[in-house]
C-alpha cells in the first residue's frame, strides 16, 4: 500500500506542477480553462490520496470508466 500512496503523491505533485508550467497557453481565457482542468485533476487525486468521499471523484472516475470501452 505505501507503494501505491508514493505514486499518487507523485501523480498529486505532476498534476500541481502543471499550474505553472501553463500548459502553452499566453492567453488569459484559454489559460483560465487551464488552470480549471487541471484544478479539477489536483482535486481529484487529492481525494483519492486521502481516501476521502468525492462526488466530483467518483463523477470523473466514471466517466474515465465510459471513455474505455
Given at each position: 500500500?505505501k507503494?501505491?500512496?508514493?505514486?499518487i503523491?507523485?501523480?498529486?505533485?505532476?498534476?500541481?506542477?502543471?499550474?505553472?508550467?501553463?500548459?502553452g497557453?499566453?492567453?488569459?481565457?484559454?489559460?483560465?480553462?487551464?488552470?480549471h482542468?487541471?484544478?479539477?485533476?489536483?482535486?481529484?487525486?487529492?481525494?483519492?490520496?486521502?481516501n476521502?468521499?468525492?462526488?466530483?471523484?467518483?463523477i470523473?472516475?466514471?466517466?474515465?470508466?465510459?471513455?474505455?470501452?
Amino acid at each position: 500500500m505505501k507503494e501505491n500512496k508514493e505514486t499518487i503523491k507523485r501523480c498529486l505533485d505532476i498534476a500541481k506542477g502543471c499550474f505553472d508550467y501553463q500548459g502553452g497557453y499566453h492567453n488569459e481565457k484559454e489559460l483560465n480553462i487551464y488552470h480549471h482542468g487541471i484544478q479539477t485533476v489536483v482535486n481529484c487525486l487529492n481525494a483519492f490520496y486521502k481516501n476521502e468521499i468525492s462526488l466530483q471523484l467518483d463523477i470523473v472516475e466514471q466517466i474515465g470508466k465510459r471513455s474505455e470501452l
